[in-house]
């Protein structure tokens, strides 16, 4: 399967934090001819091992991470008239939601009930309206349902997620919901399968982590069971665009961006910046002092502490339903990290310790 | 379905070329003669004798229209019609005769610093996929019009889609058109309602009229409000007649006429209770030396927004409550 279908299939399937099922076994599916054992954790986070091809039981070991998980919408009350109010579940920004199509997964996920985020009409608003912000005190959803219909299987916690068909864009160019971060799986899944064409001794976990978006509780868990020697985060960074800051976005269709700060070990950093100017391929520096909101922080701290990189690809419009990347980016990640992992070897991990 | 097809077609005002030829292709068979005007209104008249009735029904959307393209690849633009700025962040578009699609960005909540302004029309752009101005010439051109890229989606009585206003009242006028009558009933299709009824008024200048009525989608108000307000029409309890609104106050025989035709018939009717908005009978009713004009609606939740919501029997009602009430038209049961 082409890694383009690879993603789409991956962000269609629902995995809103802490209800990631769907996903996951999506995710595992995809994983599986690529590695000697999958399973997934209590947690709901996907384990997959690829065992490196050096005799005995010392080998040493690399987890690499994308999270599964994506933000989405949980309802909270039934009122009167049928109108479904909502809270959210990691960060959405409000001002995404007015006028949004959502579907609502009633019952088991199975009875999809399709809905808008009612957005009142310029001819019924009083005068200045328009110029003050939605909250989620003035946002509900309409189905046209009425309450007692709509309670023979919504019921609160039930969770929502905003209608947005995968799209290609010209020049390469793709359009979906929940890049974040099922781009940064499907670029794991590419890496693994790169892997089986190179020759690596390491021990390969990739993981799929649950729960990223609200509190690193995947990558935590993972990280402590596993005990890996190193480990790389994979997840998405801000891409450029009119009103973002340059100096902190990245162009797309320039290669990912490799992290550069306190939270990364710097010999993994200076590692993957050596291999990506070995093989030529593109990247990005993005450098960043503050802790960011990526995995690669949660398993910075792990145990005794895993010495941590973090990969990431460009990505406009991020914890939209539009958000937008390019293609070649996924997969220049995934040769970088391929290659890289190739080329772990004992020494490597004896250097970590030597500043 | 009729209304997915009416629906789904773009026809931004001005640029109705691809829902007028979907509609010329629905109403062609069971009309006398069709034809267009300089400004791209379409006529389907069915000959008779007697006093000439004209039914319009507009047939373009609110949308955008691209007015400049930045060298970094983004796409700007300006509205066309009505549209609430807080309805565009984060949106699914198609850009110009190709349907190129494209989504209006934003940036991310996490560089926001907690500023949560409404982010003006004037601040927003289509990212197209594309990193130069080369990229995006491949998607976009300066005065290409652009639509949202809602389609129709039908659960039970519910239908969820696009530009209801007044693709609706175009469905009515077609079904009204498939039916015969002794007088002469010229369906017009008009276009730039949504930039000042524009179109009606050279069509009714043209046509002559003796009675107009403008079909439409119109607000429906029964939503959750902060204040205990009148709705402006509840959507499922049938057609919204217009008495009066800020482009016409409605000929009272007309209004008379569909009031007891709908009581006698049985059919569900409610007056809309704002007198906010404008329709195609703004200016037919002001045109030469004036015709009496009436507005009949049916109540969609949510217009001049990317998707909307109407009840299927809300459409059902207006058309029969629009065909019953000619027919009694014909009888000559109205004062003139």
Redesign the interface.
């Known amino acids: 399967m082409e890694l383009k279908d690879v993603l789409k299939e991956l962000t269609e399937a629902i995995g809103i934090s802490g209800y990631e099922f769907p996903a996951a076994n999506k995710t595992a599916l995809f994983l599986k001819p690529y590695c000697h054992e999958v399973s997934l954790d209590n947690m709901g986070s996907v384990i997959t091992l690829k065992r490196g091809e050096q005799n005995g039981d010392k080998r040493l070991k690399i987890l690499i991470a994308a999270h599964l998980d994506e933000i989405g919408l949980m309802i909270t009350k039934i ?1 009167d ?1 049928g ?1 479904i109010r909502v809270t959210r579940v990691g ?6 939601l ?4 959502v579907k609502i997964f009633a019952g088991q996920g199975e009875n999809v ?4 985020i ?8 009083n005068p200045g309206e ?5 909250g989620f005190d003035d946002l ?1 959803i ?4 009425s309450k007692s219909e709509l309670e023979k299987s919504v019921e609160v916690g039930t969770l929502v997620r905003i209608e ?2 995968f ?9 979906a919901q929940a890049m974040d971060d099922r781009a940064g799986v499907a670029s794991m899944i590419e890496t693994l399968r790169r892997l089986t064409l190179r020759k690596h001794t390491w021990d390969v976990y990739a993981i799929a982590t649950a729960q990223e978006e609200v509190s690193g509780l995947g990558a935590k868990s993972t990280a402590f069971r596993i005990e890996p020697d190193i480990a790389i985060a994979i997840d998405v960074t ?1 891409g ?6 340059e100096r ?1 976005s990245y ?3 320039k290669g990912p961006t490799i992290g550069l700060g306190p939270n990364f070990h710097p010999k993994i950093t200076q590692k993957l910046c050596d291999v990506a100017k070995e093989f030529e391929i593109p990247y990005q520096v993005e450098a960043d002092p503050h802790p960011g ?1 990526t995995d690669a922080y949660s398993l910075q701290v792990s145990k005794a502490g895993i010495p941590a990189g973090l990969l990431s690809i460009p990505l ?7 958000e ?1 990347l ?1 293609l070649e980016d996924v997969k220049r990640l995934a040769e970088l990290l391929s290659v890289f992992i190739s080329q772990l070897d004992s020494k490597f991990q004896e250097d970590l310790k030597c500043f | 379905m009729l209304l997915e097809k009416l629906c789904n077609a773009s026809g931004v005002s001005g640029f109705e070329n691809e829902i007028r030829q979907v509609i010329k292709e629905e109403v062609t068979q069971y009309v006398d003669e069709i034809w267009t005007d300089t400004m791209g209104n379409l006529f389907a008249m069915k000959k008779g004798i007697g006093p000439k009735v004209m039914v319009a029904a507009h047939i373009d959307e609110v949308g955008l229209f691209v007015d400049f393209i ?1 060298s ?1 690849g ?1 796409v700007r633009f300006q509205k066309i019609g ?6 565009l ?4 578009v198609l850009i110009g005769e190709k349907k ?13 610093g907690g500023n ?4 003006g029309s004037d ?1 927003l ?1 289509i ?5 130069s101005k080369d ?1 995006a010439g ?2 976009a051109k300066i005065g290409d019009p652009v639509v949202f890229s ?1 389609k129709l ?1 039908q ?4 239908l ?1 889609g696009k530009a209801f206003d007044d693709r609706a009242g175009c469905g009515v006028l077609i079904e009204i058109l498939k039916k015969s009558y002794p007088f002469t009933l010229c369906g017009v299709f008009t276009v730039q309602e949504e930039l000042g009824l524009r179109g009606a008024g050279i069509a009714a200048y043209a046509l002559e009229p003796d009675f107009g009525f403008a079909l439409e989608g119109t ?1 429906a ?4 409000t902060k204040k205990d307000i009148s709705p ?1 029409t509840n ?1 499922g309890e049938g057609p919204a007649i217009t008495i009066m609104d800020r482009s016409v106050i409605s000929d009272k025989n007309l209004v008379n006429l569909l009031v007891n035709t709908a009581t006698k018939e049985g059919i569900p009717y409610q007056f809309k209770r ?1 007198i ?2 404008g329709t195609d009978s703004g200016a037919i009713h002001r045109t030469r030396s004036g015709v009496p004009s009436v507005t009949v609606a049916v109540p969609v ?9 109407i ?1 299927i029997n809300d459409f059902n009602n207006t058309v029969e409550l629009m065909y019953k009430s000619l027919k009694a038209l014909e009888s000559g049961n109205i004062d003139h």
């Not at chain 2, 699609?101 to 560089?111: D, M």
């Open positions: 009122e008239g109108f960060g959405i920004d409000v001002s995404t007015p006028g949004q199509e009930i399709r809905g808008v009612g957005a009142k009409p310029p001819h019924l608003q328009s110029s003050k912000p939605m509900y309409d189905t046209g349902f947005s068909e799209t290609e864009l010209e020049n390469g160019y793709i359009s801000f450029n665009g009119p009103g973002i800051p902190r162009q797309l269709g909101g406009r419009n991020m914890h939209s339903t539009v937008v390019k | 930045e970094s983004f009505g549209i609430d700025d807080r309805v962040p984060a949106r699914k190129k699609p494209g989504v209006i960005g934003i940036k991310p909540i996490h560089l926001k949560n302004q409404v982010v601040d752009y990212d197209v996929g594309a990193s990229e491949k998607s809602t989606v659960s039970g009585d519910i969820r607000t108000g029964d939503t959750p402006s959507m704002t906010t908005g939740r949510y217009i001049h927004s990317p998707v909307g919501i009840n």
